[in-house]
């Protein structure tokens, strides 16, 4: 998925699309994530999470080849949508199954663990997803009616296929949660869930725009594109290796907050450089803090919430992020389109110092005070 998502907003760069329709795209496939939150949930609870991963790869790998396909923007808003409800599955069972599998002191460092090897392959993903049109070209391992980077996103949608094999064999010890447990909204949830929203509105502005951030505003090219993405992945990669330790001396709220600080900062400087190098230093290090709060940010979710309840805690988080990215994205691609780059992200910036003004008032919640004594036991 990796290389899909490096590659596709390019190709639809290249058949006439705007950031505007991207912003559309990236909308509705947000909202899809939204619209499957809950019944993900659900199905989890009764059928157990291997299967709900099973039908995640398998839609996946079926539904983003039809988008790779189908590229009229008639197909291409309910395919994104399909595809955020096909995603919505990955989101909602991952947090319960590292935390079936962890207790509380390894549930940070398991979370970093997970975050940092999905981001590693990313890096690859990035590094293949900027070569392989052209090495096929040259090769001419193509058919005739097909162009090089729609074939490199077929061939994506293969290996996430492959997948299906190694999670078949996965096995959880209480996959089956309570059929009869409720979704609800605690204490500590409706204090959590308005900073996910506002952080979420960060999370989806500028990072799906990124490659054509370089392509359009930069004009760099494909394999500069793809050195400065897998540049990004490998500083993700020690970013989300180095939380644990960054939790345990501030604790998860003091944590999130700093990363939300540093990425807030780097991105008034992606605003104010024109220069093709600096500006892909800036976003490594602005991704590198985006992704290094995800730890301290599902540690917080999971540690509030009792064991039976954290299917629908992951579920309403899943929900509110999707919502808020939903809106980021159509308002960030018509903002980008309209004022330009360095305008807009200043106001992400904004939005992000928001975020880590809500999230700092939770520490004087009473739900998640109890928190603070597992900060000083994390452990690497």
């Not at 909308?27 to 989890?44: R, T």
């Not at 492959?162 to 609800?184: C, D, E, I, M």
Request: proline fraction near 5%.
């Amino acid at each position: 998925m990796s290389v899909y998502f490096f590659l596709f907003n390019l190709f639809l760069i290249g058949h006439g699309y705007a950031e505007k329709t991207l912003g559309l795209l990236t909308s509705a496939m947000a909202v899809g994530n939204l619209v499957g939150a809950i019944p993900a949930a659900k199905l989890a609870r009764r059928f157990g999470l291997r299967p709900v991963l099973l039908s995640c790869f398998l839609l996946a790998s079926v539904v983003f080849s039809a988008r790779a396909i189908l590229l009229s923007v008639e197909w291409q808003i309910p395919l994104a949508f399909l595809a955020g409800i096909t995603l919505s599955a990955w989101a909602i069972c991952l947090a319960p199954a590292v935390a079936q599998l962890t207790d509380e002191r390894q549930r940070p460092f398991a979370f970093s663990l997970v975050f940092s090897l999905g981001i590693g392959v990313g890096a690859l993903g990035g590094l293949a997803g900027s070569r392989l049109p052209g090495w096929f070209a040259s090769h001419h391992v193509l058919f005739r009616s097909m162009q090089p980077d729609q074939f490199v996103l077929l061939f994506s949608c293969a290996i996430v296929a492959l997948g299906l094999w190694p999670v078949a064999k996965l096995t959880f010890k209480h996959a089956r949660l309570p059929v009869r447990s409720k979704l609800f909204l605690s204490p500590a949830l409706l204090r959590f869930l308005p900073a996910v929203a506002i952080w979420g509105l960060v999370t989806g502005s500028f990072s799906p725009f990124a490659t054509v951030y370089f392509a359009q505003h930069l004009h760099m090219s494909l394999p500069q594109i793809g050195n400065a993405f897998s540049s990004a992945q490998i500083a993700q990669v020690a970013a989300v290796l180095v939380a644990p330790v960054l939790l345990k001396r501030l604790g998860l709220v003091g944590g999130i907050v700093s990363t939300q600080l540093a990425a807030a900062l780097l991105l008034l400087v992606l605003a104010g450089i024109g220069h093709p190098i600096a500006a892909a230093a800036a976003y490594i290090g602005f991704t590198a803090f985006q992704w290094m709060n995800e730890p301290g940010l599902y540690s917080l979710l999971m540690t509030t919430v009792p064991p039976d309840e954290r299917s629908g805690a992951s579920a309403y988080n899943s929900l509110v992020m999707s919502a808020s990215q939903a809106i980021a994205a159509t308002l960030a691609g018509g903002a980008f389109l309209r004022y330009g780059y360095p305008t807009a992200l200043r106001g992400i910036a904004v939005i992000a110092l928001i975020a880590a003004a809500l999230f700092w008032n939770l520490r004087a919640s009473p739900e998640l005070e109890s928190t603070r004594g597992l900060d000083t036991q994390t452990t690497v």
